[in-house]
């Protein structure tokens, strides 16, 4: 099956460097010069994932991605900017991106980025009818359900995937390249970057104090591991909230300490 991508940068000569090697490498692609024009095109059955820059004149790629966000939970969006400081990078997944992409970037690391989020779009891989409880946090797999006291807490597709795989081994440290072998697959389990970034942005949304986190805990130079807790299964009776998918961005960069 043909992997059809929505393309959306308003600069002619890199978006004709991009749709053409996709397209010579077997891709079927739109383009697309603005966000507004690209949400007029936008159809999640159509499209496997998205393409956006965000340095865009108008509405702009984040403001873009949001937009795109409420027409699908699922659909992988792959951020391409030129900014690579970890706030802008922060600011994108929280925008609901999956991925961000620092230009320049060689054509191999794009291509595995954009295949690697189909791919996990397209895969199912957890468990169904599984519910945790730890503390004021519970999740629920086949409900993409995450609960505060509570309340609902809006996560990316990533995000959920990162939260549960460590809520699933509770009180148990998961090194750093295991977790990018399980979430993002085996060809990145020594790149842990942006490990860093996920985990900001999750203490930010989960945590009271997300300088000094209560649930989400780093052991130096290992991994990071969720505070034990016990699991059950009150959470299986409520009514899906969003479809089951697993788009997840894949991390580059060398190795080194996640905080």
């Known amino acids: 099956m043909v992997t059809r991508l929505l393309v959306v940068d308003d600069e002619m000569e890199i978006r004709k460097v991009i749709c053409g090697t996709l397209r010579r490498l077997g891709f079927e692609v739109c383009e697309s010069t603005r966000a507004e024009e690209a949400l007029a095109l936008?159809?999640?059955?159509?499209?496997?994932?998205?393409?956006?820059?965000?340095?865009?004149p108008g509405m702009g790629g984040i403001a873009g991605c949001r937009a795109i966000r409420k027409i699908s939970a699922t659909l992988p969006i792959l951020m391409l900017t030129v900014r690579d400081a970890e706030d802008d990078k922060v600011e994108a997944l929280g925008a609901g991106a999956d991925d961000y992409i620092t230009k320049p970037f060689a054509v191999r690391e794009l291509v595995a980025r954009v295949n690697a989020a189909v791919r996990r779009a397209q895969c199912v891989q957890t468990p169904t009818g599984s519910a945790i409880s730890i503390g004021e946090m519970e999740i629920c797999s086949d409900r993409r359900l995450f609960l505060k006291r509570g309340e609902p807490i809006r996560l990316t597709p990533t995000e959920f995937d990162f939260i549960y795989y460590l809520m699933r081994h509770q009180g148990r440290v998961v090194t750093y390249r295991r977790l990018l072998s399980s979430i993002w697959g085996v060809e990145f389990r020594d790149q842990v970057e942006y490990l860093r970034t996920y985990m900001r942005q999750l203490r930010r949304k989960i945590e009271d104090d997300p300088a000094n986190p209560r649930y989400l805990l780093t052991e130096p130079y290992v991994g990071y591991r969720f505070r034990e807790g016990t699991?059950?299964?009150?959470?299986?009776?409520?009514?899906?909230?969003?479809?089951?998918?697993?788009?997840?961005?894949?991390?580059?960069g060398a190795f080194e300490e996640p905080n």
């Open 42 to 56: 936008l159809d999640p059955v159509r499209f496997d994932a998205v393409l956006l820059d965000i340095n865009m």
């Open 231 to 252: 699991a059950k299964p009150s959470l299986s009776a409520l009514p899906p909230l969003l479809p089951k998918a697993f788009p997840a961005g894949i991390p580059n």
